[in-house]
């Protein structure tokens, strides 16, 4: 499959966007209006500029994302071969997994988990 | 030229080019968008390869997990969304010469010893084998640094979460 | 549109391994450029990942060259380390902005003795 399919995606995702701008940019008709330059043409105008300081929490909740992301992409390999290894592979995992649940434990009780 | 030897030099300049604007870059935010662009044109060499887990795990660890790690301290730790001043010319000139020096030198130690250009001998690796590679125990087994990784994985979870919270308390 | 497919399957084998290593010498490079001119620790961050992306192009290239298996778990394992090393790292960088104001390196010459 690699390299023909990686074509077509390419191919089928220029033609989409390419296309979809031109059929627009060639029927629509084209109005200028003050309003449509906004970032909401409804609702409150926005207050401030952009680059504010996040919370950190938003930081711990990408982190623990990112450990658990971590774990579930060693578990694909596992999946496909749990059937041929059997019992010995399951204890492995179960291993792993509560490795890392303890981590878990850990956030909770810190109170990494919850939303300030 | 074959259309798979087009794609290769497409995606890999794409790298390339996206690697030399994420180090020259003087804002800090263009700077993880285009580390972003280089590591998904990764995923398409992975993808080239006919490695299409690895693909898959490289969009999701890298993209979807370190890039918005990284984005989310930006956000922390910057001021303003202001400009980084460039790197005096001398320090930029020493670093390029050295790391110029560095790829000849790793480049003639390629064109030493690289294999013999055998084009059939290209087969990918299946995720099966990969599973059997993380699971098994005895030669070419890594049961062992699997188990250790999890602990390496819990190790920086419970740092980063202690050091990150002792800041939030004062 | 099969028959499509098919025939460029037969053309992907066509790209030696040589070239992938070209690249991740060139790749590998340009994050140790970035390393030693930047001065703002997150570019810094941002550079290992080039090198350690590299390190891992060229770990795939070889494994699926040599048909080994063995290539593509330590890429897994390197992976992982990244994803460690970008976890701990940041969280201490956010520390030294709390106490500092700043994330440049060339700020933290106190622990050169």
């Avoid at chain 1, 930081?59 to 596992?78: G, H, K, M, N, R």
């Avoid at chain 2, 130690?109 to 990918?124: I, R, T, V």
């Avoid at chain 3, 961050?45 to 048909?67: I, R, T, W």
């Amino acid at each position: 499959m690699g390299a023909g399919s990686l074509i077509l995606l390419i191919i089928c995702g220029v033609l989409f966007s390419v296309g979809g701008i031109l059929v627009a940019k060639l029927f629509g008709p084209s109005s200028y209006n003050e309003q449509k330059l906004e970032a909401y043409e409804c609702g409150v105008p926005t207050e401030g500029g952009t680059w504010i300081q996040y919370n950190v929490g938003y930081y711990l909740f990408a982190l623990i994302f990112l450990i658990f992301d971590v774990e579930i992409v060693f578990l694909f390999p596992w999946a496909v071969v749990i059937r041929e290894m059997g019992v010995i592979a399951f204890l492995e995992v179960l291993i792993f997994v509560f490795i890392l649940f303890l981590g878990l434990l850990y956030a909770w009780k810190k109170g990494a988990l919850k939303w300030v | 030229m074959t259309i798979a030897n087009f794609i290769f030099y497409l995606v890999s300049s794409m790298i390339l080019v996206f690697g030399v604007l994420t180090i020259s870059t003087r804002q800090l935010f263009r700077s993880a968008i285009y580390l972003l662009f280089s590591l998904i044109n990764v995923a398409a060499l992975f993808f080239l390869m006919d490695n299409e887990f690895l693909a898959a795990v490289q969009v999701v660890v890298y993209v979807g997990g370190i890039i918005v790690l990284i984005l989310f301290s930006l956000f922390l730790t910057q001021q303003a969304g202001l400009k980084l001043p460039l790197p005096g010319l001398g320090r930029s000139m020493m670093a390029g010469l050295l790391s110029f020096f560095g790829f000849v030198l790793l480049f003639s130690l390629l064109l030493a010893a690289s294999p013999e250009a055998d084009e059939n001998s290209f087969s990918a690796i299946t995720m099966k084998e990969i599973g059997f590679g993380l699971l098994n125990f005895g030669k070419n087994g890594y049961v062992l640094p699997f188990e250790v990784v999890s602990i390496l994985l819990l190790a920086a979870m419970i740092g980063a979460i202690a050091i990150a919270f002792k800041t939030k308390k004062e | 549109m099969n028959y499509f497919l098919s025939n460029l399957t037969l053309l992907n084998i066509t790209v030696p391994v040589q070239w992938y290593l070209y690249l991740s010498a060139a790749l590998f490079c340009i994050g140790v450029a970035g390393a030693l001119t930047r001065r703002n620790a997150i570019i810094l961050f941002m550079s290992v990942e080039l090198m350690l992306n590299a390190v891992n192009l060229l770990m795939v290239a070889f494994s699926n060259h040599l048909g080994d298996a063995s290539g593509q778990v330590f890429v897994f394992f390197v992976m992982v380390v990244a994803a460690a090393e970008v976890a701990v790292g940041l969280a201490i960088l956010m520390m030294i902005y709390r106490n500092t104001g700043s994330v440049d390196v060339g700020f933290l010459k106190k622990l050169k003795w």
